[in-house]
């Protein structure tokens, strides 16, 4: 049978039960398993055998639900982390430690931003941000000997440029180093970034995956298909015995396909026991099940917001890249041709002070610091999610004092543009 399409993958994918067993994964709220000797433990200690035996590093629930987002991007193997944040920090902890070198898109969620420029930092790793849209040679330059990945998001929180995913991937592997991208804002319904060149992807699952605002969660998906062989010498944690698990080489024992996700459960799981909490991982697969359903409704409500917006006398200026004019417009027509997400960025006119206003009038849109489930909410990022940047590090992120995100959720979307007619009038 030929390879199922998104939104089957969204019902079915990643557990398959046998007969007379739950059709809805089952929650296996426990930390530890029991085995009939200490020599079949032993063999999963040593990476020999598949299993479990402390939910600190794997859990079935968690694996099930890993499973079905790998088949959505596309990947050969996934695993689930406590969060979005924990999802980027192991990904480029994974192939990067102290001494080494990380080129970053500047248009970036300032909380991984913080976590780059000032936390990674700490621990040795340096990080050089361009511009989404530098040049080919400006990106160029920003590359060291000892770089070791390139990190970008599909559509940048708040700023929702579009990144050119070809363009930094080409970038990447001209130096021999893996292209990580965040695709929590797309989600793999409007953009698989391994389709465009990219290696490694993360999620915020509790963005539009979970969808509910009620699990946090993240997600790390590898595609397979980076040969971290052929440049072996920028890569010794995955090329190189493995002294903690008596010297195994997790390419030559896991291939391409496995390698990377092993070696981030094995070591960093192992160690910094980010892990998702079952519960977690069986709310957001139940917002799974219905995300190919959702995001076209937040996508359909967002356009139609983001057109009104743009007409508005109080407002000015409108981003979103589904709208024809906007900067990403070509680009989101490339990377996404059936819509980007249901966040809509713009300014009001009188600046900040207007801008809190503004939200502070709105009635069924909420003030919240989360953003991408089911309601409709709101956030002025230079106070919030970004209040730790710079002037000069806020233009570089895209954020302006005016900035209002606005999370378009799933309600209609007449009421919605109500609200937003009514908070704007009594500026």
Same mark, same amino acid.
Do not use: W
């Given at each position: 049978m030929a390879d199922k399409n998104l939104g089957t993958k969204c019902v079915q994918a *990643?557990?398959?039960? *046998?007969? =007379?067993?739950? $059709?809805?994964? %089952?929650?296996?709220q426990s930390t530890t398993f029991k085995y &009939?000797?200490?020599?079949?433990?032993?063999?999963?200690? &040593?990476?020999?055998? +598949? =299993?479990?035996?402390? +939910? $600190?590093?794997?859990?079935?629930?968690? @694996?099930?639900?890993?499973?079905?987002?790998?088949?959505?991007e596309g990947g050969s193997a996934a695993m689930l982390t406590s969060s979005g944040q924990a999802a980027n920090f192991y990904a480029v902890f994974n192939i990067a430690s102290c001494g080494d070198h990380v080129v970053s898109s500047a248009s970036i969620y300032g909380g991984t931003y913080n976590l780059f420029a000032v936390t990674m930092k700490r621990m040795g790793i340096e990080f050089t941000f361009v511009s989404p849209d530098c040049s080919e040679e400006e990106l160029e330059k920003a590359f060291r000997p000892n770089t070791k990945a390139v990190f970008g998001e599909t559509i940048a929180n708040p700023a929702l440029t579009v990144l050119d995913i070809e363009k930094f991937a080409k970038a990447a592997h001209a130096h021999g180093v893996p292209l990580i991208v965040d695709n929590t804002f797309a989600? %793999?319904?409007n953009c698989r970034p391994f389709e465009w060149g990219a290696d490694i992807v993360t999620h915020s699952t509790t963005k539009y995956m979970d969808g509910h605002g009620g699990a946090l969660g993240g997600c790390i998906v590898d595609s397979g298909k980076f040969d971290w062989t052929a440049h072996a010498e920028k890569f010794p944690g995955l090329c190189t015995p493995d002294d903690s698990y008596h010297g195994v080489t997790y390419t030559q024992r896991f291939g391409l396909e496995g390698a990377f996700i092993t070696?981030?459960?094995?070591? /960093?799981? $192992? &160690? #910094?026991?980010?892990?998702?909490? %079952?519960?977690?991982?069986?709310? /957001?697969n139940l917002g799974l099940e219905s995300l190919h359903l959702r995001v076209k409704r937040h996508c359909e409500n967002a356009q139609a917001i983001a057109e009104y917006l743009q007409q508005h006398e109080k407002i000015s200026w409108v981003k979103y890249c589904g709208l024809p004019? @906007?900067?990403?417009?070509?680009? =989101?027509?490339?990377? /996404?041709?059936?819509? +980007?997400?249901?966040?809509? +960025? #713009? =300014?009001?006119?009188?600046?900040?002070?207007?801008?809190?206003?503004?939200?502070?009038? /709105? $009635?069924?849109?909420?003030?919240?610091?989360?953003?991408? @489930?089911?309601?409709?909410?709101?956030?002025h990022p230079a106070s919030a999610t970004h209040r730790q940047m710079n002037d000069a590090e806020l233009a570089a992120a895209g954020v302006t004092p005016d900035l209002v995100r606005l999370s378009v959720g799933i309600e209609d979307a007449a009421d919605l543009i109500a609200d937003l007619e009514q908070a704007l009038a009594k500026i």
């Open positions: *990643g557990y398959t039960p *046998g007969n =007379g067993e739950p $059709r809805q994964i %089952p929650i296996i &009939d000797s200490s020599a079949e433990m032993g063999k999963l200690f &040593d990476l020999e055998a +598949s =299993g479990y035996f402390y +939910s $600190r590093l794997q859990n079935p629930t968690n @694996d099930y639900v890993a499973a079905k987002i790998a088949s959505l989600t %793999p319904i070696k981030c459960t094995a070591q /960093l799981m $192992r &160690d #910094f026991g980010s892990i998702q909490a %079952p519960q977690n991982a069986y709310y /957001l004019g @906007d900067e990403y417009y070509e680009l =989101g027509q490339k990377y /996404l041709p059936n819509g +980007s997400c249901g966040v809509v +960025s #713009f =300014g009001v006119k009188g600046g900040r002070a207007a801008a809190e206003e503004f939200m502070g009038n /709105l $009635r069924i849109a909420a003030i919240e610091t989360h953003v991408a @489930d089911a309601r409709t909410c709101c956030l």
